[in-house]
């Protein structure tokens, strides 16, 4: 990330980004906390991981996949899915 973003601001990113994955069941929610977690790590100065939602998106899944291999994420904006996969 090129320019520093206050707290307060990474927070509500992340927040809003979060919408995008309604709370679910337990593979859902694991995939929820996992995703915020990174996103927030991924946004912070001292990050050593990407600050991107492909890249949060992407750890959130291979955690969760490692329990229930078939796992897909509900997600209520479906083109924004498409959207990052196509950016790639």
Not at 52 to 80: G, M, N, S
Request: net charge positive.
């Amino acid at each position: 990330m090129s320019q520093v973003m206050r707290v307060q601001d990474v927070r509500a990113l992340v927040k809003e980004e979060m919408k995008r994955y309604p709370r679910g069941g337990a593979s859902q929610n694991l995939f929820r906390a996992v995703y915020e977690m990174t996103r927030l790590h991924g946004l912070s100065r001292k990050s050593t991981i990407p600050g991107t939602p492909e890249a949060a998106h992407d750890a959130a899944l291979e955690t969760v996949r490692k329990q229930h291999p078939d796992f897909a994420p509900r997600v209520i904006d479906p083109d924004y899915l498409r959207d990052m996969s196509s950016s790639r």
